[in-house]
């Protein structure tokens, strides 16, 4: 088709686009919407950011504190009280329902009783004695006829070889003594019972006569 059979009017597609330019392509015309609403959505995202990013810094919106985490509330079951806790084991007991008051122990009132001394078996230190050994018996500046008196009370309880006399001279005691050689001390522990002499007055001596010596010093208490 020539220019001259063309049947519409020239317009500004019918002006030849410059050098270089594409040919051939049609663009519609663009609306003012199309044109705006990118930036607007570019806009609102970095809005977003900006909103958020200073919401995390803060730690919270303005006017809304931060709360830290609560703990969770122990729940207690209905109809039910909340544990009491144990009781003191080591509280004071509660005195006597009857209203008595409870038992204390007595007070000390500083006089403590003192040991009583074992009974001396008397019959039992005779049977292991020689009733047949020499006793002396030896009035030290004690009573006067005391040391007869012991005499009397070992013949009675069936000694045979008993003596009574002076001390010569100072015996050194200050009590009622029993002085026994060797292999003797049975005999001696008897005659100490028979005449109320304490045991611990009994020791072993070097005699030179005589297998026991009673000193006499003060009255004697010959068992009964």
């Not at 001390?185 to 020791?203: C, H, S, Y």
Request: cysteine-free; hydrophobic content about 40%.
């Amino acid at each position: 088709m020539s220019k001259s059979d063309y049947p519409y009017a020239p317009d500004e597609f019918d002006v030849p686009a410059p050098e270089g330019a594409p040919v051939g392509v049609y663009r519609a015309p663009r609306s003012g919407w199309s044109k705006t609403w990118p930036f607007l959505l570019v806009a609102v995202i970095f809005a977003g950011l900006a909103i958020g990013g200073v919401a995390a810094i803060s730690g919270g919106f303005a006017g809304t504190p931060s709360a830290g985490p609560k703990e969770p509330a122990v729940e207690t079951p209905a109809g039910t009280d909340a544990e009491e806790p144990p009781a003191d084991e080591g509280a004071a007991e509660e005195p006597p329902a009857d209203g008595g008051t409870a038992e204390e122990p007595p007070a000390d009132d500083g006089t403590a009783e003192e040991p009583v001394a074992p009974a001396v078996d008397v019959a039992t230190l005779l049977a292991a004695a020689d009733k047949a050994a020499f006793v002396r018996v030896m009035n030290d500046d004690g009573p006067e006829g005391e040391s007869r008196v012991g005499k009397a009370a070992l013949d009675a309880q069936g000694f045979t070889g008993v003596e009574f006399e002076a001390y010569p001279g100072d015996s050194g005691v200050t009590a009622n003594s029993i002085w026994y050689v060797e292999n003797r001390r049975e005999t001696a522990l008897a005659v100490a019972a028979v005449l109320g002499i304490p045991a611990e007055q009994v020791t072993q001596q070097t005699l030179r006569e005589g297998d026991v010596m009673v000193i006499v010093k003060e009255k004697l208490t010959p068992a009964s």
